[in-house]
């Protein structure tokens, strides 16, 4: 007994060093991330050598722009702002510094995404061992929900990279806010490798918690890219108003490396819209848990309440998405009031409400 004890200290304290260690990779490739928005623009030299590439490949062309322009040498104009995505396009379009718009930029750009994958192996593997300390699913409690939830939405990044989708420009908000997740779990949520509370002895335990974490996950991405939208779309407003007030120097530099406002709204409907069917069946598994663990499908919990309260905050923002006059902003707002029900539900009842799904360990 005292032996199984030992191995399975030992188990937990390898899974801090592994999320610890996947902590200060993600750092990293955080750092990495911000070389490749910093570099990832085209300055005025590259600007120029690019003008001068093209003069040595179409000297005609060239030389007719040089002579309109009375001589000298031609400097190429910071790429045309996207205002609209493109017609027909399955993909969404990055921005010309989210995408290494430069050789050197794509360089970070690589760099971040290996060091994002490293980070993200070294996550797993503390989460499973995590999972072999305590002998069960390690979602528990609430620092083991961070852990999980934070390494299933950088898995899905990484999943859509790997099949080719044009959202590398998610990374630098997506390994920002998994840091601070992380950060928060180890030094407030952390709570030693115990076991369940008997309620939670149940193999619903693996369908309904892993729903919520993977639906979660999902809608993160599609909270991140809502909010990139906002900032985008009123970037996009001032650049079609000459007469306006235009965007600064720093606004430019950052939001012209994000896809179109539209891209970004497409986006973050389709993320929402994929996952709502399965934020739907969450909801039913945990009405089914219920049945079986407190002899009664809902009894308004504050819990199961503000998983409602999620659900329908969802699902009028699908139907906004669909509602002529409703479009675009004002949809966006209900997408992330929606998600701001799903934080509460799990940091805001979990932590000051008292109810049958008091399990957070802190």
């Not at 430069?102 to 797993?124: F, M, N």
């Not at 898995?155 to 998610?170: A, D, F, M, P, S």
């Amino acid at each position: 007994m005292n032996i199984a004890a030992a191995a399975n200290e030992t188990l937990a304290h390898n899974s801090n060093l592994l999320v610890y260690s996947a902590m200060a990779v993600y750092t990293l490739a955080f750092v990495a991330h911000m070389s490749e928005w910093v570099f990832g623009s085209r300055s005025k030299v590259a600007r120029t050598a690019a003008a001068l590439t093209s003069q040595a490949k179409a000297p005609a062309t060239v030389s007719a722009k040089v002579a309109q322009q009375g001589g000298g040498t031609a400097v190429l104009e910071r790429p045309k702002v996207i205002t609209k995505s493109a017609a027909g396009s399955r993909d969404v379009p990055d921005g010309p510094g989210a995408a290494g718009g430069t050789e050197k930029g794509d360089l970070y750009g690589r760099i971040a995404v290996s060091l994002t994958v490293l980070a993200w192996g070294l996550h797993v593997g503390g989460v499973l061992t995590r999972a072999l300390s305590v002998q069960r699913a390690p979602w528990g409690n609430m620092y083991e929900f961070s852990t999980t939830f934070a390494a299933v939405a950088v898995g899905i990044y990484l999943l859509l990279l790997t099949l080719r989708k044009n959202v590398r420009w998610i990374g630098l908000p997506l390994v920002t806010t998994v840091l601070l997740d992380l950060g928060l779990a180890v030094s407030v949520l952390y709570t030693a490798s115990d076991q369940l509370v008997p309620a939670l002895h149940s193999y619903w335990l693996w369908i309904h918690v892993s729903c919520a974490i993977l639906s979660g996950a999902v809608l993160y991405l599609g909270a991140v890219a809502t909010l990139l939208f906002l900032f985008r779309d009123r970037y996009e407003a001032k650049l079609a108003d000459p007469a306006g007030k235009q965007p600064g120097a720093f606004a430019t530099s950052v939001l012209e490396r994000l896809p179109s406002a539209a891209s970004l709204d497409k986006f973050a409907y389709r993320v929402n819209a994929t996952v709502f069917p399965l934020w739907t069946f969450t909801i039913i598994a945990g009405a089914i848990w219920a049945e079986a663990a407190w002899g009664r499908y809902w009894g308004w919990d504050p819990k199961e309440v503000w998983a409602f309260i999620t659900w329908v905050g969802y699902a009028c923002y699908l139907h906004a998405r669909s509602t002529a006059g409703w479009k675009g902003r004002k949809a966006a707002w209900l997408g992330l009031i929606a998600f701001a029900c799903y934080l509460f539900n799990y940091y805001g009842v979990n932590i000051f409400v008292t109810g049958l799904h008091s399990y957070a360990g802190v």
